[in-house]
Nanobody
Framework: QVTLVESGGGLVQAGGSQTLSCVAS????????MAWYRQAPGKQRELVAK???????NFADSVKGRFTISRDNAKHTTKLQMNSLKPEDTAVYFC????????????????WGQGTQVTVSP
């Protein structure tokens, strides 16, 4: 079973920067798209950023120009670089993989990490 583990969350002041990391483990051959979602108190979970195997990215309108996403296909990792942080960015951030191939020809879908808290103070 593939597992995703996030790290890098914490407290940061508005205007600051923070980087989140996600590592996927479990005899993985490949992962299609990797993404970051977030969920703030009282709000539904939303897509923040997504990146394909080829490196094609897309971002939520609220973070465009401030956040970047990257990945290392060989290491099965993804990072979310967050700049110019705002209090509205406060949320639990989750790593996601849509399709992982494991054990040569087996597939696992819709994989989630446990989440990491990001708190931006005014």
């Amino acid at each position: 079973q593939v597992t995703l583990v996030e790290s890098g969350g914490g407290l940061v002041q508005a205007g600051g920067s923070q980087t989140l990391s996600c590592v996927a483990s479990g005899n993985i051959l490949s992962i299609r798209a990797m993404a970051w979602y977030r969920q703030a108190p009282g709000k539904q979970r939303e897509l923040v950023a997504k990146i394909t195997t080829a490196g094609i990215t897309n971002f939520a309108d609220s973070v465009k120009g401030r956040f970047t996403i990257s990945r290392d296909n060989a290491k099965h990792t993804t990072k979310l670089q967050m700049n110019s942080l705002k209090p509205e960015d406060t949320a639990v951030y989750f790593c996601h993989a849509d399709h992982a191939v494991v054990n040569e020809d087996q597939s696992q879908y819709d994989l989630w990490g446990q989440g990491t808290q990001v708190t931006v103070s005014p």
